[in-house]
Nanobody
Framework: QVQLVESGGGLVQAGGSLSLSCAAS????????MGWFRQAPKKEREFVAA????????YYADSVKGRFTISRDNAKNTVYLQMNTLKPEDTAVYYC??????????????WGQGTQVTVSS
């Protein structure tokens, strides 16, 4: 069992930056791919980024590539999402998730409660 708790969301102006954190508790954190997803109002949840358990591979949605960076610290059981050059269309609830299968398959095993990110124009 893995429990995930996100933090770091908030309100920022377009062009600004925010950093999200996801603290994981439970066993086997270091064996899981960790991912970030987001869901905007009236839209489906979408993949944002993921990172392999050993940090050797990262994956990004085209819409955030070059602006967002995912990282993790297995010693701290924490995954991060650094978001730069934010745009109003990045506004969404951001979710942290964990899976022990493919990181690009949206059916992750564990999910956090989400944190709101709002980007004003």
């Amino acid at each position: 069992q893995v429990q995930l708790v996100e933090s770091g969301g908030g309100l920022v102006q377009a062009g600004g930056s925010l950093s999200l954190s996801c603290a994981a508790s439970g066993r086997l954190f270091s064996d899981y791919y960790m991912g970030w997803f987001r869901q905007a109002p009236k839209k489906e949840r979408e993949f944002v980024a993921a990172i392999r358990w050993d940090i050797r591979s990262t994956y990004y949605a085209d819409s955030v590539k070059g602006r967002f960076t995912i990282s993790r610290d297995n010693a701290k059981n924490t995954v991060y999402l650094q978001m730069n050059t934010l745009k109003p269309e990045d506004t969404a609830v951001y979710y942290c998730a964990a899976t022990d299968s493919s990181p690009l398959n949206p059916n992750y095993d564990y999910w956090g409660q989400g944190t709101q990110v709002t980007v004003s124009s």
